[in-house]
């Protein structure tokens, strides 16, 4: 009885239901927020993930390149075919590490230059290689060795070295940009939520407050109401026991006069 009451209050019903709209639009509001943050965040962590592979890629190749050299090296030395397993793993696999380097590169198109220019110090690297691995198995290794000797070989793997550096450098400037966006965007989500939570507790304790007074006010009136009523009830009580009382004199006086009435005619 009480609710429907407020509900068809309508000034209070209209204040309480506004106040209620705007707490579940902050409430709209923050969860649409909350849900941006997790797309941004999803996104993020996709492009950390391919930044990542994009420099274990260009280590990886860096590697296989550096065993080439070493097993080159024993070989030339030694002439023991064994040394001759990281060279031909390292050959197969070049290909196929270029070729997912260059994949990666569609979506991070910042990174395709350095990948060419890695490709194209690996590929002069392996040209030496395997010249002087061809040189050995000819018996020449006295040019072969001083193919090595003349510094072509290191300044190649320098080159290679500083193409590997520069991709990881660019990936690392990106994952420093790409993690403060992501930081950035998290303090703000969390500002908004924090404000947003604050004034959904302001607007439901106002209207729970309004409410409350609502019912306060209705249950005094009520209670005045009873009061009235009671003071009617004892009112309307004495006058009806009045009316009785004089009705009652009314009727003694009507048996008096007519007994006194009856006397004479008697009489007469």
Known sequence: MDV???VRTPSLSRSVAALLAGALALLLFVNAATFVMIQRTAAFN?????LQQTRRAARTLYISVLDAETGQRGFVLTGQREFLEPHQRAIAEKAQRVADLKRMAQTQPD???YIERLDDAVQIKI??????????QAGRIGEAMQLIRSGAGRRQMDDIRTQVAAIDALAQIRLTAATERSESAARLTLA?????????LFLGGVAAWMATRYFAELNAARHEVDRVNAGLENSVRDRTAALRRAN?????????V???????LVNV
């Open 258 to 264: 007519s007994h006194d009435l009856r006397a004479p």
């Open 111 to 113: 990174f395709l230059p």
């Open 248 to 256: 009652d004199e009314i009727q003694r006086f009507a048996y008096i």
């Open 127 to 136: 040209l030496e290689v395997n010249r002087t691995i061809a040189l050995t």
């Open 192 to 200: 908004i939520t924090s404000v947003a939570a604050v004034l959904v």
């Open 4 to 6: 429907r009451r407020f």
């Open 46 to 50: 996709e492009d950390v993930e391919k």
